[in-house]
């Protein structure tokens, strides 16, 4: 089965989602359009079980408003730009004094490791504040004088913060998961990703109760704690290695 790549786009949100198969397997690719996205594998008995699962899949997501699309393909720059690119970038924060605040790597991977520990809700609480400044984001409107203001890594750590921050304040099911449908976020993909690929969940709403038995506190633990700061941990140790200035 040949690659197949779909868009959504609304007022709300603009997403991608992108099925092949590999003999048995089954890999997909999800989440903003303009990033790498997120991607899951699945295998299955036999390479005809995998092909009719990913047309299941496929089908599905046309159901829900999807478009089939041609694989977007960015271009690459050449090397030699590149090096020229980041030479004359290290020439001048050389002769530059640094003002920016440099992140606290360790003090985030600390932080990241509580709160994916965390047994209360409240603790998240602190747990993004405490991250939020780690990162230097305790005034979102100051990043463009951030010291990685154009490292894309550091820019989805910063959508997996902010995620995080917008579904703190719910305080009952309905709302978080009105919050998670109506707004810009991977959560809402990563969600529907697992709903689509396991038959015994109906909807997201379908999957909160059976998993969390509609208990707002353990899903928030879930989604926070868990896949947001894990995400976060994941992207701020490729900044902290050297990853997303190019």
Request: aromatic fraction near 8%.
């Amino acid at each position: 089965m040949a690659k197949r790549y779909f868009e959504y786009k609304d007022a709300k949100s603009k997403k991608f989602w992108e099925v092949s198969v590999s003999g048995k397997k089954v890999n997909i690719r999800y989440g903003k359009i303009g990033t790498d996205g997120q991607t899951s594998l699945k295998e299955l008995g036999t390479p005809a079980e995998a092909k009719a699962h990913a047309e299941k899949q496929a089908a599905g997501k046309v159901k829900k408003g999807y478009k089939e699309a041609k694989v977007k393909v960015v271009k690459k720059t050449a090397k030699k730009a590149v090096k020229k690119k980041v030479a004359k970038k290290a020439a001048k924060k050389k002769a530059t004094k640094k003002e920016e605040k440099v992140m606290e790597f360790s003090l985030i991977r600390d932080i990241c490791g509580k709160a994916m520990e965390a047994s209360k809700v409240a603790n998240l609480q602190t747990c993004v504040s405490d991250i939020g400044s780690a990162m230097g984001m305790d005034d979102i409107h100051k990043q463009k004088d951030h010291e990685y203001k154009n490292n894309y890594r550091f820019q989805k750590a910063v959508d997996y913060w902010s995620d995080a921050q917008l579904l703190l304040p719910c305080v009952d099911m309905d709302e978080l998961l009105e919050t998670i449908g109506s707004t810009e976020t991977d959560i809402g993909t990563y969600l529907e990703n697992i709903i689509d690929e396991e038959d015994e969940y109906e909807s997201v709403k379908d999957y909160a109760a059976k998993v969390f038995n509609n208990d707002i506190s353990k899903m928030k633990l879930d989604l926070i704690g868990g896949y947001c700061f894990e995400n976060i941990l994941e992207e701020i140790s490729a900044v902290e290695s050297g990853e997303g200035d190019s």
